[in-house]
C-alpha cells in the first residue's frame, strides 16, 4: 500500500517532463492523470541565432537554465568538451550529463538563479562573457545580476513556449473525473504553466481548480495562485524538480486528513 493511495493527481508539465514526475507519484500509489497546459516548440530562429553568437568558445561560461534548454540547446555546445558549463539545478545538469557533457556549476541548497548566482564561481565575472541559454522570455535576474558584476551576457533563446491546445474532448474528459471528485491534488511547476492551465479549462474546470489542493515548486508560484484567485490548499515545495515535489506531497498527505 503507496503512501499516496486513494489521492488523484493531476500532472500539468509539459511532455516528455511530465512522465518522470507521473511516475514517481504513482510508484507512491497515486491515480495519476496527465493535462499539459504548455507546449514547447523549437524557435525558428535558431540557426540565425547560432551565427550571431560566433565561436561557443568565446564565452567563459554557458548556463542552462532548464533541462528543456538542453533538450533543444544542446547543439551550441558543438560537441565540445572544453566548455564551462552551469547548470541551474541537478535535472538541468542530468540533462547535460545524458548528452555526453559534464558539468562544471550546479548550485546547493537550492535550484534556481538566486543560487546560481550565490556560488563563489559566478560572485568576481568581470570581463567574462556568459551565455544564458533558454526559452523564450522567462526571468531576467541572472543576467541582471551577472551584467551588474561586470558580466557581458548574451542569450540564446532556443524554445518558444506556448499555452497548449488540447486535443478536443480531453479537458472535457479531465474535468469530468475531476467533477466526480477523484482528483484531489494539482501540480504546477512554473507560474506561467498555472496561467496557461487557468486559461485552458472550461468555467466549471476554473471553479474545480480555484477549490483544489495546489502543489506547486516555490513560493513564486504560490504567489500566481493567489494572484488569480485559487483559493484551496497550497503545498509549496522548496524546489520545482521532481523529488521535492513529491516530498512534499507525502509530508501533506501525512498531516491531513486527504482521500
Given at each position: 500500500m503507496g503512501a499516496l493511495d486513494g489521492l488523484g493527481v493531476l500532472v500539468t508539465r509539459p511532455e516528455p517532463q511530465a512522465g518522470p514526475l507521473a511516475r514517481r507519484l504513482a510508484t507512491e500509489g497515486a491515480r495519476v492523470y496527465r493535462l499539459p497546459a504548455v507546449e514547447l516548440s523549437p524557435r525558428e530562429d535558431r540557426a540565425r541565432q547560432r551565427a550571431a553568437l560566433g565561436p561557443i568558445?568565446?564565452?567563459?561560461?554557458?548556463?542552462?537554465?532548464?533541462?528543456?534548454?538542453?533538450?533543444f540547446g544542446a547543439a551550441l555546445l558543438e560537441g565540445r568538451r572544453d566548455l564551462r558549463l552551469a547548470a541551474v539545478g541537478p535535472a538541468t545538469a542530468a540533462a547535460l550529463n545524458h548528452a555526453g557533457y559534464r558539468v562544471g556549476l550546479v548550485p546547493s541548497g537550492g535550484y534556481d538563479s538566486e543560487h546560481l548566482l550565490a556560488t563563489p564561481e559566478l560572485r568576481h565575472v568581470q570581463g567574462q562573457r556568459v551565455l544564458i541559454v533558454r526559452g523564450d522570455g522567462?526571468?531576467?535576474?541572472?543576467?541582471?545580476?551577472?551584467?551588474?558584476?561586470?558580466?557581458?551576457?548574451?542569450?540564446?533563446?532556443?524554445?518558444?513556449?506556448?499555452?497548449?491546445?488540447?486535443?478536443?474532448?480531453?479537458?472535457?474528459?479531465?474535468?469530468?473525473?475531476?467533477?466526480?471528485?477523484?482528483?484531489?491534488?494539482?501540480?504546477?511547476?512554473?507560474g506561467e504553466l498555472l496561467r496557461c492551465l487557468y486559461e485552458i479549462l472550461q468555467p466549471a474546470g476554473r471553479a474545480l481548480l480555484a477549490r483544489s489542493a495546489l502543489l506547486v515548486g516555490g513560493?513564486?508560484?504560490?504567489?500566481?495562485?493567489?494572484?488569480?484567485?485559487?483559493?484551496?490548499?497550497?503545498?509549496?515545495?522548496?524546489?520545482?524538480?521532481?523529488?521535492?515535489?513529491?516530498?512534499?506531497?507525502?509530508?501533506?498527505r501525512r498531516h491531513t486528513n486527504a482521500p
Open positions: 568558445d568565446r564565452f567563459h561560461w554557458v548556463v542552462f537554465v532548464s533541462a528543456n534548454a538542453v533538450r522567462g526571468r531576467e535576474l541572472l543576467a541582471d545580476e551577472l551584467t551588474a558584476r561586470g558580466a557581458e551576457v548574451v542569450y540564446a533563446e532556443v524554445y518558444a513556449r506556448q499555452c497548449a491546445r488540447p486535443v478536443p474532448g480531453v479537458v472535457a474528459a479531465v474535468e469530468a473525473e475531476w467533477a466526480q471528485g477523484l482528483i484531489d491534488v494539482v501540480t504546477a511547476t512554473s513560493e513564486r508560484i504560490a504567489a500566481v495562485a493567489r494572484e488569480i484567485g485559487l483559493t484551496g490548499p497550497l503545498i509549496v515545495a522548496p524546489h520545482a524538480d521532481d523529488a521535492s515535489l513529491v516530498d512534499a506531497l507525502l509530508e501533506w
